[in-house]
């Protein structure tokens, strides 16, 4: 028995559960109207409403118990002081610094780092301003119109989401394009419709070696180079988010134009960083600093709000009473809004990727559950297919819903039957429908009994499926920057209390290493004896298909 699944705290929450289970939460609020009212919390232009949880006020008081029995507080501020906490790589985790518009100093192996995060937004200021007035221009003279942002992972996902979410701000000076994919379609396809002439390339590296990144990015020197530009034409076309500025600048990238990372920034946390050029780029910096400042606001909720009324803590905890005592094993999100529609894939990144762990912080092998399945999509659509499994399947998926009240150039009509579809299936999720009920809507038919109980029963819906609803008035940059970092945050919540290092990422490491190793092997420059049969078998079959004429 681990640590943690020996805690008073933890059996205690056992037996709640298990006297939980039984209970509907259709009665609960038929008992107590007021439920909603006891079971909301609000900051930072965010409305909670968890009052559709199988969940009552002595289990909440439980695992804030547990929280405080894994020393969450502690943890929580360890986090924002600059400690060391991703401790497999000996780490401060600090982007939270990125967003801080405090005047405090942050100190990071003694040397304060608030000065060089600020002269980086100050940078990213002045490249956007130039880039939008026209003043930034290519080899030829023209203004540059297009930008071509490749990465990978957080560094490709964060900044083309949180694009794409805050669609109706864009201010049109320049379209922006994300690439992130090895595969030579997308990045053929993005640049087949550009001119080199009037394109910018943005390469975002930490190493400036990434395999994707670094092949994407070559791809795009020789489109460039093919179009008429010389290799010292680089320098205006190309520029670069790296730590590795002697490999930048040795491609050709003017070493003014290279914007820094630091180790104390995740991949997956980094759009807050120079990372986030491309938002800024296609916004306006005035924008870009406005979810920051959305951010940090959730940063301060966050280290203040006692823990029963702190959004992140509530999520987090909420989603260790499902995962560990429901043995609900995945989670689905819902945004009820199509900008927002890449949500999803966020936020599965980066909670798969924190707390997909089997090991504790000592290097304990865990024997409980860690990290769910993230996974979802926009409404409505997923209401005609997989909201089938939501209501009628025997796997409990605990579920958020995420609606803004109001939308840029409403139509009333849409909007309305919008809101009704998300309220209308986080209703039907808790409340179900009885077999009763389905028998009694069959009376008119024409039906035998027996045909009658039969229908009714395929009709039947359960229902105490849990939810979550966030609802805010409009999806502006402060309230997505707000909304991401309470994600941030309440996947920090889970890994204090599972105990994991939520920051390292040593399978997506492995990854990476073997597939350098399987490109040498295709490239005929590894032995098979590197491989195993299978994987040596799969490289023969794709080189005798693609040998050289």
């Given at each position: 028995m681990s640590r943690l699944t020996s805690l008073p705290e933890w059996t205690k929450l056992s037996e709640l559960a298990q006297a939980i289970k039984p209970a509907?939460?259709?009665?609960?609020?038929?008992?107590?109207?007021?439920?909603p009212e006891k079971m909301q919390a609000e900051a930072c232009g965010l409305f909670l409403d968890y009052s559709k949880n199988r969940i009552n006020d002595e289990a909440l008081d439980a695992l804030i118990d547990l929280a405080r029995a894994q020393d969450f507080e502690a943890r929580r501020d360890a986090m924002f002081n600059g400690s060391h906490i991703?401790?497999?790589?000996?780490?401060?985790?600090?982007?939270?610094?990125?967003?801080?518009?405090?005047?405090?100093?942050?100190?990071?192996?003694g040397e304060d780092v608030m000065p060089a995060v600020r002269n980086t937004l100050d940078k990213i200021r002045t490249f956007t301003e130039a880039l939008h007035n026209g003043e930034y221009k290519g080899y030829t003279g023209k203004p540059l119109k297009q930008v071509v942002s490749i990465g990978i992972g957080g560094s490709f996902l964060g900044p083309k989401i949180m694009t794409e979410a805050l669609k109706p701000y864009h201010q049109h000076a320049v379209d922006v394009h994300f690439v992130?994919?090895?595969?030579?379609?997308?990045?053929?396809?993005v640049l087949a419709g550009l001119d080199h002439e009037e394109t910018l390339v943005m390469m975002s590296s930490k190493s400036f070696s990434t395999q994707e990144t670094l092949q994407n990015t070559q791809t795009?020197?020789?489109?460039?180079l093919d179009g008429g530009g010389k290799q010292e034409d680089i320098a205006k076309h190309f520029i670069a988010v790296s730590s590795n500025v002697k490999a930048a600048t040795e491609f050709g990238i003017d070493e003014d134009n290279i914007f820094p990372m630091w180790d104390w920034v995740g991949g997956r946390y980094s759009l807050w960083s120079a990372i986030g050029l491309p938002i800024s780029m296609a916004l306006g910096y005035e924008h870009f600093e406005a979810l920051l400042k959305g951010a940090h606001d959730m940063d301060t909720h966050f280290q203040e709000a006692p823990l029963k009324d702190n959004l992140p803590v509530l999520l987090g905890l909420l989603g260790v009473w499902y995962r560990n005592f429901f043995d609900a094993q995945s989670h689905v999100?819902?945004?009820?809004?199509?900008?927002?529609?890449?949500?999803?894939?966020?936020v599965q990144q980066l909670d798969m990727e924190s707390n997909g762990k089997g090991v504790t912080q000592p290097g304990e092998?865990?024997?409980?559950?860690?990290?769910?399945?993230?996974?979802?999509?926009?409404?409505?659509?997923?209401?005609?297919?997989?909201?089938?499994?939501?209501?009628?399947?025997?796997?409990?998926?605990?579920?958020?819903?995420?609606?803004?009240l109001t939308v840029p150039n409403q139509d009333d009509t849409h909007h309305a039957m919008l809101a009704s579809n998300c309220f209308g299936q986080s209703q039907a999720l808790m409340q179900g429908k009885t077999f009763d009920e389905c028998y009694a809507d069959l009376s008119?038919?024409?039906?035998?009994?027996?045909?009658?109980?039969?229908?009714?029963?395929?009709k039947t819906m359960p229902g105490n499926k849990p939810s979550n609803t966030l609802l805010f008035e409009k999806l502006d940059p402060y309230t997505l920057g707000s909304l991401v970092a309470m994600y941030e945050h309440k996947v920090f919540v889970q890994g204090v209390i599972w105990d994991l290092n939520s920051f390292d990422q040593w399978?997506?490491?492995?990854?990476?290493?073997?597939?350098?190793?399987?490109l040498d092997g295709i490239n005929g420059e590894q032995s098979a004896d590197a491989f195993d049969a299978s994987t040596q078998q799969l490289i023969d079959r794709f080189r005798a298909r693609n040998a050289p004429e």
């Open positions: 509907h939460m259709r009665d609960w609020f038929n008992d107590d109207p007021s439920r991703n401790t497999t790589e000996g780490r401060a985790v600090l982007h939270t610094a990125l967003r801080n518009f405090s005047a405090d100093e942050l100190h990071v192996n992130a994919n090895v595969d030579g379609c997308h990045i053929k396809d795009a020197k020789q489109w460039f999100l819902l945004p009820y809004y199509h900008y927002l529609r890449g949500l999803p894939a966020y092998v865990v024997d409980y559950a860690t990290g769910p399945v993230i996974w979802g999509s926009e409404g409505t659509n997923g209401q005609h297919s997989f909201h089938q499994l939501i209501h009628q399947g025997n796997t409990l998926i605990p579920a958020d819903f995420l609606l803004p008119d038919s024409d039906m035998e009994a027996s045909e009658r109980e039969r229908i009714a029963q395929h399978g997506v490491e492995l990854g990476k290493v073997l597939g350098n190793q399987v």
